[in-house]
């Protein structure tokens, strides 16, 4: 089993939900799907926001790649005002629910974030998502509210920080090894499967 660590604010986690699970298949390899908070990561780094906003080359260079890849997805691409969204509450809804529920939950936030534009914090659009899911909202959203959920979220985000993950998506195998970017999926899985 890989886990799939993501961010709902992150353009390539993003991308990376649109293939994972075909990817995946192919390959023989199941996916955990790890909702965590990257902006924890950046700001324990001393980052005040996405390096994609601190550097205009940088920024300028990623949405030119998402043009590109949603092309070739066949996916539209409709840049988030702002960017980076806030994903705290989509993480903890996330978490919420089971297991089963969580790539169909996280793969319509962001469809509803990079397709449409629409901010993934305002619980209609999250609601959209739980139901895309199959799941109960009014369940998932009290339960994204404990001190259960919000807790787990802190230790799953501190548990990506112990692995080394320091942006997302990130792959990581069994035997720890970490593959970081939507562009490295194929790889981490044929390691995953031994062949190096």
Do not use: H
């Amino acid at each position: 089993m890989i886990d799939f660590w993501y961010e709902f604010a992150s353009t390539y986690s993003f991308l990376a939900a649109e293939r994972v699970e075909a990817a995946a298949a192919r390959s023989g390899v199941t996916v955990r799907w790890r909702p965590f908070l990257l902006g924890v990561v950046f700001r324990n780094k001393g980052l005040s926001t996405s390096p994609f906003n601190l550097d205009p080359a940088k920024g300028r260079y990623m949405w030119r790649d998402m043009e590109r890849g949603c092309a070739r997805l066949g996916v539209p691409l409709v840049k988030p005002d702002p960017f980076p969204q806030n994903g705290l509450a989509a993480a903890r809804v996330a978490l919420a629910l089971p297991e089963e529920a969580r790539p169909a939950f996280s793969r319509t936030v962001f469809r509803l974030e990079f397709c449409e534009g629409r901010p993934i914090d305002d619980e209609a659009v999250l609601r959209e998502a739980v139901l895309a899911a199959g799941a109960d909202y009014e369940t998932a959203l009290v339960t994204a509210k404990t001190d259960l959920v919000k807790d787990a979220l802190r230790k799953q985000t501190a548990e990506a920080e112990r692995l080394g993950v320091f942006g997302a998506p990130t792959f990581v195998t069994p035997d720890g090894e970490l593959f970081w970017g939507n562009d490295r999926m194929e790889e981490a899985f044929d390691w995953a499967r031994g062949r190096r």
